[in-house]
């Protein structure tokens, strides 16, 4: 597929899940979907293991549990995200602090480079810039590696975590060169992954949680430096708003207190004298912080399980809001040193209060990285995001923090990278993605832009009173005013609909087919894109309609409360209807309907 489209000139994006919130693997040409089929595993070796660019990190470590070994990063996506996809942006999770990032997991990759030539990249020698293929490519990369190290990068010894731009100095230790570590977080515009060598680690003996609720938001926040200091595996935030609405879920409700103003939870492993004696450790050193309302000392896996399972549906949580308000995510991957933590949400909370606008707040804390969202009317104030999006940046700059800590740049953050970097490794960023990519087809528009502001055309937010192009009368769909659009974008696209979870029964369809077609999300969508006014999806809304059985597991189970039936499958006869109607005959005026290119219809 690539060797074709570098042939033809084709955009080529690989896409795991399509899990992201940057609009990664979002491309005007093709898309590889590797989640269908590219879901082998192994061999294991020792305490490795190769796993092919489909394989959903949950399912991993499930075959690995019986070894004894896991892989450690874990996104809140890890039931449904791909290996290839934590590649592509160095994917990480609440347990950072033990186990890093995706990058440092990498042993070898297996690629394919933007010719349709296949590779194995791994640590070696640095072979001569001046070679052809393969080793010319590397030596080139080296090159540019030790240029980028002679220059200072612009954020604070302590931060945690970076995703930002390429991370060229990584890619070079001493007389080693590890491509594999700018490939890394590269979101696909460098090499499309085929499988990756994995270090894995032994799996704990033991887990233990402290669960602290405190009536401020704020007040946690500057507790991190000293929470750090009992060393957790994890150290993770959620504010009153992602606790208001999970109490809305009863299985989550009895383990939050009334009127919480926020959560920091802490996680210890390792033998259980360890975990046992962190965990007391913390609660005594910890129960005199201010505004803490309750401590609880938790060793019993199934309240620990529920607790985590609260934090990993915060992002859908957020959109159980009804009142037409949406969590915006075009800030949300700021992040600072720890210890800055408390003084940069103060901040970006009064920027966000000048503008008129609420926020809410959450992840990890322990890393010094919040995904903080605003909620905004986004067909009414799509005009403020350009304007926030710069204050906030440049607030995370000047606190010594990046703009991407955990969820790369996309179509989102790229327009930052030259701000934050400077021209001199802007430059070395773009020569770096020439020598792997020189005709520009591997997901283009990500990382290295020409844009110096938040991009909006890209946005797909639909008028709110079209659908399938055309005005309609809201009772003709049952929507009132703005109903439509609110529907349209009910759905966060997080993929909990997509999970291989044995503990929840959504979705049959997709289970049994494996495909993007048969998930609730893609009923969604296709009502988003037809609110839009997507003339080209009339043909095919049917099909994608009709992958559904009617029973109802996405209703019961989905954290946004979202069901497809009773969101779209109820209105399938007069979307059809509405379908055939514009596409089979012409209009009243007698003009015929013309695809999105002007030509008509046949």
């Known amino acids: 597929a690539v060797a074709y489209c570098a042939e033809v000139g084709i955009a080529v994006a690989p896409r795991g899940a399509g899990t992201g919130l940057a609009g990664e693997s979002l491309t005007r040409g093709v898309v590889l979907d590797f989640s269908a089929h590219m879901r082998s595993i192994g061999p294991v070796e020792s305490d490795e293991v190769w796993a092919e660019a489909g394989v959903v990190p949950d399912v991993l470590n499930r075959t690995l549990g019986s070894r004894g070994l896991l892989f450690g990063p874990d996104p809140a996506t890890s039931d449904r995200c791909t290996v290839g996809g934590m590649v592509g942006v160095n994917s990480t999770g609440g347990h950072s602090l033990v186990y890093g990032d995706?990058?440092?997991?990498?042993?070898?990759?297996?690629?394919?480079?933007?010719?349709?030539?296949?590779?194995?990249?791994?640590?070696?020698?640095?072979?001569?810039?001046?070679?052809?293929?393969?080793?010319?490519?590397?030596?080139?990369?080296?090159?540019?590696?030790?240029?980028?190290?002679?220059?200072?990068?612009?954020?604070?010894?302590?931060?945690?975590?970076?995703?930002?731009?390429?991370?060229?100095?990584?890619?070079?230790?001493?007389?080693?060169?590890?491509?594999?570590?700018?490939?890394?977080?590269?979101?696909?515009?460098?090499?499309?992954?085929?499988?990756?060598?994995?270090?894995?680690?032994?799996?704990?003996?033991?887990?233990?949680?402290?669960?602290?609720q405190f009536t401020d938001r704020i007040a946690p926040l500057r507790l991190v430096p000293e929470a750090l200091v009992f060393k957790p595996a994890a150290l993770?935030?959620?504010?009153?708003?992602?606790?208001?609405?999970?109490?809305?879920?009863?299985?989550?409700?009895?383990?939050?207190?009334?009127?919480?103003?926020?959560?920091?939870?802490?996680?210890?492993?390792?033998?259980?004298?360890?975990?046992?004696?962190?965990?007391?450790?913390?609660?005594?050193?910890?129960?005199?912080?201010?505004?803490?309302?309750?401590?609880?000392?938790?060793?019993?896996?199934?309240?620990?399980?529920?607790?985590?399972?609260?934090?990993?549906?915060?992002?859908?949580?957020?959109?159980?809001?009804?009142?037409?308000?949406?969590?915006?995510?075009?800030?949300?991957?700021?992040?600072?040193?720890?210890?800055?933590?408390?003084?940069?949400?103060?901040e970006?909370?009064?920027?966000?209060?000048?503008?008129?606008?609420?926020?809410?707040?959450?992840?990890?804390?322990?890393?010094?990285?919040?995904?903080?969202?605003?909620?905004?009317?986004?067909?009414r104030q799509t005009g403020l995001m350009p304007r926030i999006a710069d204050e906030v940046l440049e607030c995370a700059l000047r606190y010594g923090g990046t703009a991407s800590g955990e969820h790369g740049d996309g179509l989102l953050r790229s327009f930052f990278v030259r701000r934050q970097y400077g021209d001199e490794m802007w430059g070395l960023f773009k020569e770096l993605k020439a020598a792997f990519d020189p005709a520009g087809i591997l997901n283009p528009g990500k990382k290295v832009v020409e844009e110096r502001a938040l991009p909006l055309d890209g946005l797909r937010y639909p008028r709110g009173d079209a659908v399938f192009g055309?005005?309609?009368?809201?009772?003709?769909?049952?929507?009132?005013?703005?109903?439509?659009?609110?529907?349209?974008?009910?759905?966060?696209?997080?993929?909990?609909?997509?999970?291989?979870?044995?503990?929840?029964?959504?979705c049959p369809v997709f289970r049994a087919a494996g495909v993007e077609e048969a998930s609730p999300r893609a009923k969604l969508n296709v009502l988003r894109d037809l609110a839009m006014g997507n003339l080209s999806l009339a043909h095919d809304v049917r099909g994608v309609l009709d992958l559904c059985l009617w029973c109802r597991s996405c209703g019961r189970e989905c954290p946004s409360g979202l069901s497809v039936p009773e969101a779209i499958l109820g209105k399938r006869g007069e979307l059809n209807a509405a379908a055939r109607a514009l596409v089979e005959r012409p209009t009243e005026a007698g003009a015929e309907i013309r695809r999105d290119d002007g030509h008509p219809r046949m």
């Open 236 to 346: 993770e935030f959620m504010d009153d708003v992602v606790l208001r609405m999970a109490k809305q879920m009863p299985a989550f409700a009895p383990v939050i207190a009334s009127g919480a103003g926020s959560w920091l939870v802490a996680s210890f492993e390792g033998t259980a004298e360890e975990a046992r004696g962190a965990l007391h450790a913390a609660a005594e050193g910890l129960r005199g912080a201010p505004c803490l309302a309750a401590i609880e000392a938790i060793e019993d896996p199934r309240r620990r399980s529920l607790i985590n399972a609260v934090r990993q549906a915060a992002v859908p949580l957020l959109f159980r809001r009804q009142d037409g308000y949406i969590p915006l995510p075009f800030i949300e991957d700021a992040a600072v040193p720890p210890e800055r933590l408390g003084e940069y949400i103060a």
């Open 348 to 379: 970006v909370e009064g920027i966000l209060r000048r503008h008129g606008l609420e926020m809410t707040c959450y992840a990890h804390a322990g890393s010094g990285e919040l995904h903080v969202r605003p909620f905004m009317r986004p067909w």
């Open 102 to 212: 995706t990058r440092r997991r990498l042993r070898a990759l297996e690629v394919v480079l933007s010719d349709g030539t296949a590779a194995v990249l791994a640590p070696g020698p640095p072979p001569d810039a001046s070679a052809r293929g393969l080793d010319g490519l590397l030596g080139r990369v080296a090159a540019l590696a030790r240029k980028a190290q002679a220059l200072r990068l612009p954020f604070g010894p302590t931060l945690a975590r970076n995703r930002h731009g390429y991370l060229l100095w990584e890619a070079l230790r001493g007389d080693r060169l590890d491509p594999t570590q700018v490939v890394a977080g590269s979101e696909g515009t460098l090499a499309v992954v085929v499988r990756a060598r994995l270090a894995l680690d032994p799996v704990p003996a033991a887990r233990t949680m402290l669960l602290m």
């Open 470 to 506: 055309v005005a309609v009368r809201a009772e003709e769909l049952h929507f009132a005013g703005e109903e439509l659009a609110r529907a349209a974008f009910a759905c966060t696209g997080c993929g909990s609909c997509r999970t291989v979870k044995d503990t929840e029964r959504m």
